[in-house]
Each structure stands twice: as structure tokens, then as C-alpha cells.
């Protein structure tokens, strides 16, 4: 098994395609629960559109418009959805009252992102920072940290993006050779990043550095909160095969970030980093919900409008389809139901995470058979602007992104089937013996 059993970017939610409310979701609900759905319900009946067919984000999804200029509108439409929802007090539902959020249950923060995927709102560059900062914060920040961040995040003033990965360091994470060294009340910060999502539109970082060599590969690496306007960050964005610049690289030249910017202990951060890689995992397989995903409905939709509802073939495809949708939401609620017993996502993110990437590659499968010869159309001559089409690039995305499909099965054949565990030689040797090599 490699180090890194992780990964993702901010439009997750959209790519994944989370499934969407089902009535059954009410019925063990407590009285408490049904009446936050209610009222949940009702508020975003007053400040949201409802979702009917095409929406404006997946519309704008799958223009893969690359401009500067639609960038900064999508960005600004989450800021400003993010903003309204914390006006009205429903921005992070399971963060305590103190740090800016509702505190309430994460039972209810699943029953809002329900609610929410009926409307035509998004918050989706907010993904890292909701999905993966803030329960850092929570699991591992100082006071002090936690007032600084968390109310700003929620209140949609400040967008987050995670620097891990680098061209030597993605499976196995702990191999990463950025180095930070210690200047007095500063570390100063050399090295590149790669595969950061939404680098190029955020605020602040989430940073993982060398800050000691002479240590095995785990145990010299430091947490860091980095102000993405320091001076000697450079951000390159890198296009995919969808045409969309969602990624980047990012370069560290002599970047200064304060010693209080430290999350957890110096030398530390790998165990900060679980925390933030087994959310994003979770966050990924669809286990925190939420997001304007496609369900299966709109496959069905789909289909009776290429007229193949009745193939026999496009019928198994959807009665397949159906019957994925369904799988996953039950292993989302049962990762939901650790979570909510104080557990930290364990290996069943794995299953939720592989379940999810292989979903989505046979969704995309599917989308383009019902389409037929026009599936191979693209941007404004196919159905729904190609979303469809980028549903069906995207898949890549999600199968490599939060740890590659080959790492989480690693991951389920050790800690879940027992299986013998690769050899990992590298694992007790000091870094610095590495970097020869
Ligand atoms: C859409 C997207 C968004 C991303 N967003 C971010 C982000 O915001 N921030 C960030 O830091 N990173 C991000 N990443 C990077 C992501 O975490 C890495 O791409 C991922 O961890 C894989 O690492 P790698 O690309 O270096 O591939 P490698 O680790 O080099 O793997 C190459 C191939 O070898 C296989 N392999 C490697 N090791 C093993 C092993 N031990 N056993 C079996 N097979 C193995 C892999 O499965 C893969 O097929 C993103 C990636 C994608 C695709």
C-alpha cells in the first residue's frame, strides 16, 4: 500500500454526482430532525431557485468556459451563496455556535445538503475549506486558530486550497521534498506543489513541508496555513482533458510564513494530515453530501428523451445505475453514522471513495450510450451544453484525485481483507538517506 490513500478537488460534489433526497431518508427521523428539515426546507424556498433540469452552475460546469472572467463569476456566485447561508445560519450546521456555525448535528448537516441539491446553489469553492479545513481546525487547531479561520471560511470570506501533492509525492504522500526551515518567528518555505485545485482563485493553503531530514519520512513533516498572497507563491494553472483549468501547479521561492501559522506540532503534521485526507476522502465518496450532483433521475430524463427508455440494453444500464445510486448513499449514511459516533472516517472511506470513482466511470458509460451517435457531440451542439460529455471526462478526475483507485484498494486489502501488507522499506530509514537515492 502506498503512503497516500487520498485525494480531491472543489467540484467533487458535481463530478461525483451525490444522489439525491429520497423520501426513505425521513423515515427514522426524530421529531427534532424532521422539524430542521422542515424549516430548512422552507428557508431555502425563500432564498434559493429550485433546481429544474439544467441548472446555472451545471450549465456553467459543463461550458468548460476557461476564461478569467467566468472563473471569477462562479467564484463569486459560492461566495455569495456562502455568505447568504451564514446570514441565515445554516453555514456550517455541525460547527459549534462559537466558531461561527450553527452546532448542530452532522445528521443535520446531511439532511441540509439534501434539502439544498433540489436548488440551484453551490458553494463549491468552498469544498476544501468545508469539507477538509474545517474539521482539521477542529481536530487539531489552537483556540486562537480556530477564531481566526473557521468564522471566515463559513462566512464565505475566505477560500482554501491544498498544497500536498508534488511531482515525486502523490501516492506516497510522505515522500515530499518541499523544506521548510526555521528563521526565527518564521519558517521559510522551498518547493513545488502540483494538482492544486482552485489554487489560483484561493485565499489561503493548507501546506505540507519537510521541516526535518534526519527523521524517517513521517515523522519530519509540518502543517502549515499559508496566506496565498505571500510573496514567492507562484501559481501556474495546468489544463485537463475536459479543457477546464480546475488544477495548478504552485512554486515556493524563500516563502515566509509565521511559526504561529502551525497546525499541530512541528515535525507532527502527518497526523494532521490523516484527519484532513480521511475527510477528503469521505468528502469525495459523497459521504458529507450535498452539492448540485446529478441523480438518477436525470439519467432516466435522459433516456426518455433519446427515446431508449424501453432498449433492453439502456434498461440494464439504468436498472445498474439504480441500483449504484442506491449502494452509495447507504455507504455514505454509514459513514455518516461513524462520524456521528465520534469516529474518525476509517477504511470504509476507502470502499466509499472506489465505489464512487467506479459509479461515476459507469455513469459516464451510460450517459454517452443513451446518447448514441450524439454522444460524441460536444459544448453548446450537445444536449444540456455536453455536460453529459464532461461528466464522462471528469471521470478521471475522481478515479486518481483522494488517492488513486489502485491505493484504495490497497487500503482495503491490508486494513480490511487482512491481507499482507506491501513492503515498505523506506518507512524506518532517515529521510536524508532518501533523497540520494
Ligand atoms: C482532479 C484532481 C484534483 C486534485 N486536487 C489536488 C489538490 O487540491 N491538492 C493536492 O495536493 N493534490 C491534488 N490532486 C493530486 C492527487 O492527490 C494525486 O494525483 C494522487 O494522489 C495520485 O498521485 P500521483 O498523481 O502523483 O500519481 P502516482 O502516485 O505517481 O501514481 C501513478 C500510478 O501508479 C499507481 N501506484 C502508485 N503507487 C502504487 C502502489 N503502492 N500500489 C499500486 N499502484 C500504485 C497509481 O495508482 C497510479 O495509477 C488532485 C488530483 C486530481 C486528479
Not at 23 to 31: F, N, V, W
Not at 229 to 240: E, F, Y
Not at 288 to 295: F, H, L, M, N, S
Amino acid at each position: 500500500m502506498s503512503e497516500r490513500d487520498h485525494e480531491y478537488g472543489a467540484a467533487s460534489g458535481r463530478e461525483a454526482g451525490i444522489p439525491p433526497r429520497s423520501e426513505r431518508d425521513h423515515e427514522q427521523e426524530s421529531p427534532e430532525d424532521r422539524a430542521f428539515r422542515e424549516e430548512a426546507r422552507a428557508w431555502l424556498a425563500a432564498h434559493a431557485k429550485p433546481r429544474r433540469g439544467e441548472s446555472e452552475f451545471t450549465r456553467r460546469y459543463a461550458s468548460a468556459d476557461n476564461s478569467p472572467a467566468a472563473d471569477a463569476e462562479h467564484v463569486r456566485l459560492c461566495r455569495e451563496w456562502q455568505r447568504t447561508l451564514f446570514e441565515g445560519g445554516f453555514a456550517g450546521i455541525n460547527v459549534p455556535k462559537e466558531y461561527g456555525g450553527r452546532g448542530g448535528t452532522a445528521k443535520q448537516a446531511r439532511i441540509f445538503a439534501q434539502e439544498q441539491a433540489r436548488f440551484d446553489v453551490n458553494s463549491g469553492v468552498f469544498a476544501v475549506g468545508l469539507g477538509m479545513v474545517v474539521p482539521t481546525l477542529l481536530a487539531h487547531g489552537t483556540e486562537e486558530q480556530k477564531y481566526r479561520y473557521i468564522p471566515a471560511l463559513l462566512r464565505g470570506d475566505e477560500v482554501w486550497c491544498q498544497l500536498f501533492s508534488e511531482p515525486g509525492a502523490g501516492s506516497d504522500l510522505a515522500g515530499l521534498r518541499t523544506r521548510a526551515v526555521r528563521d526565527g518567528d518564521e519558517f521559510v518555505v522551498d518547493g513545488q506543489k502540483v494538482w492544486n485545485s482552485g489554487a489560483h482563485h484561493s485565499d489561503m493553503g493548507i501546506l505540507l513541508a519537510r521541516t526535518d531530514v534526519d527523521v524517517p519520512k513521517h515523522r519530519g513533516i509540518t502543517y502549515f496555513l499559508v496566506d496565498m498572497r505571500t510573496p514567492g507563491i507562484d501559481v501556474r494553472p495546468l489544463r485537463q482533458i475536459n479543457g477546464v483549468a480546475h488544477f495548478n501547479e504552485v512554486f515556493l521561492s524563500d516563502v515566509r510564513i509565521p511559526v504561529a501559522n502551525v497546525l499541530g506540532e512541528v515535525n507532527g503534521g502527518w497526523a494532521v494530515a490523516q484527519t484532513t485526507l480521511a475527510n477528503e476522502r469521505n468528502m469525495i465518496g459523497g459521504g458529507t453530501g450535498g452539492g448540485a450532483g446529478v441523480g438518477f433521475g436525470d439519467f432516466k430524463r435522459l433516456a426518455q428523451e433519446y427515446g431508449v427508455a424501453g432498449d433492453p440494453v439502456i434498461r440494464q444500464g439504468l436498472a445498474d445505475a439504480f441500483i449504484r445510486f442506491e449502494v452509495i448513499r447507504y455507504l455514505g449514511a454509514r459513514a455518516q453514522a461513524a462520524i456521528r459516533a465520534g469516529k474518525m472516517p476509517g477504511p470504509e472511506s476507502s470502499v466509499l471513495k472506489l465505489s464512487m470513482s467506479e459509479h461515476v466511470a459507469r455513469n459516464g458509460d451510460l450517459a454517452l450510450a443513451i446518447q448514441g451517435a450524439a454522444g460524441m457531440l460536444i459544448g453548446e451542439d450537445a444536449t444540456q451544453n455536453g455536460l453529459w460529455q464532461q461528466q464522462f471526462l471528469g471521470q478521471w478526475g475522481i478515479r486518481i484525485g483522494g488517492g488513486t483507485e489502485q491505493i484504495q484498494r490497497n487500503v482495503i486489502g491490508e486494513r480490511v481483507l487482512g491481507l499482507p501488507a506491501e513492503a515498505r522499506p523506506d518507512k524506518t530509514l532517515p529521510f536524508r538517506e532518501l533523497l540520494s537515492s
